[in-house]
């Protein structure tokens, strides 16, 4: 497999393993504005090797990594919002209607006609969501339609993200671009700190290790994934790999949630198999798009 997909597939990974363990760090009180903050700053700080590989900075383009760094932040926080107030294993599948957002919004700059391929696929997503939203229905507290409206923001957000870091960062080189617009992005974050519920020093000690951790798995995917689209653009392929991160974390939460103290295995067979079902028809509409 070639670097420019293994890559992808790795960030998909990391990300299910890092969304469950957050889960874990809200549940024991972290709270979403802290793990935002947290998590973006351990994100600045993974991006910034990447110096070695060298590169231009352009100071007269310097609102084109502010504008992806708005970008990042918006969709992390969204995520957050997301993962907080609802179910991973409905959250992470519905995510995956970026691809489908990627596809339109490089189809709108570049003029291109949408094959039917899209088409189908989008039906086939909205099915999925459907089928995702149906099977959360029996836990109504887990706001199931809100995480839905949440985690499709997210994708949109996400997809603008990958589209503009596809186009731009050519000019500058990979040890350059990334690195300054996540400096952006760890200067954004402090917005987030007149919004915690208490300062980090109040932060239980036991939520702590959950949300290094689960922040770390975060700030990898971000630095594999972000890498890749980068230097290699193909940003649709790239995300149809990514996209089985919707798989990755349903199975997680299935076979080690409880290492996490996850409710969401409580919820029986049926609901996390309806769940799988959704994510496998993700996956579905979302390879179909690169069909042809």
């Known amino acids: 497999m070639p670097l420019s997909d293994l890559l992808p597939l790795l ?10 363990v957050i889960k874990r760090a809200s549940d024991l009180g972290a709270g979403v504005w802290r793990t935002a903050f947290v998590s973006n700053l351990l994100a600045v700080a993974a991006f910034q090797p990447l110096l070695l590989l060298g590169g231009q900075v352009h100071w007269a383009l310097w609102w084109q990594p502010a ?3 708005v970008c990042f932040v918006l969709g992390q926080w969204l995520t957050f919002i997301a993962l907080d107030r609802g179910d991973v294993s409905v959250a992470t599948p519905v995510m995956g209607l970026k691809i489908l957002f990627v596809a339109l919004l490089s189809a709108a700059i570049s003029g291109a006609t949408l094959r ?19 099977g959360g229905r029996q836990v109504a507290h887990r706001n199931v339609g809100w995480t839905v409206i949440a985690a499709g923001s997210v994708a949109v957000v996400f997809a603008l993200f990958d589209v503009l870091v596809q186009m731009w960062s050519p000019v500058w080189g990979l040890g350059r671009f990334l690195p300054v617009m996540m400096i952006f992005s760890g200067v ?3 917005g987030y700190a007149p919004m915690f519920r208490a300062p ?6 036991g939520a702590w290790p959950w949300l290094l951790g689960g922040g770390g798995l975060l700030a990898l995917q971000s630095i594999l994934f972000v890498s890749a689209i980068a230097h290699w653009g193909h940003a649709a392929t790239a995300n149809v790999l990514y996209s089985s991160r919707g798989l990755w974390t349903v ?10 103290h996850s409710r969401e295995q409580q919820l029986g067979g049926r609901i996390l198999g309806g769940r799988l079902a959704g994510a496998l028809l993700m996956m579905a ?8």
């Not at 039917?116 to 459907?130: F, G, K, N």
Request: charge should be neutral; proline fraction near 3%.
């Open 11 to 20: 960030a998909a990974v990391s990300y299910a393993g890092g969304v469950v």
């Open 67 to 69: 504008i992806v760094a």
């Open 116 to 134: 039917w391929q899209l088409w189908t696929a989008a039906v086939l997503a909205t099915a999925a969501v459907a089928l995702l939203n149906s």
């Open 188 to 190: 954004l974050s402090f």
């Open 200 to 205: 980090l020093s109040a932060l239980p000690p």
């Open 251 to 260: 199975v997680m939460i299935w076979s080690v949630g409880h290492w996490v």
């Open 285 to 292: 509409a979302i390879a179909l798009v690169l069909v042809g």
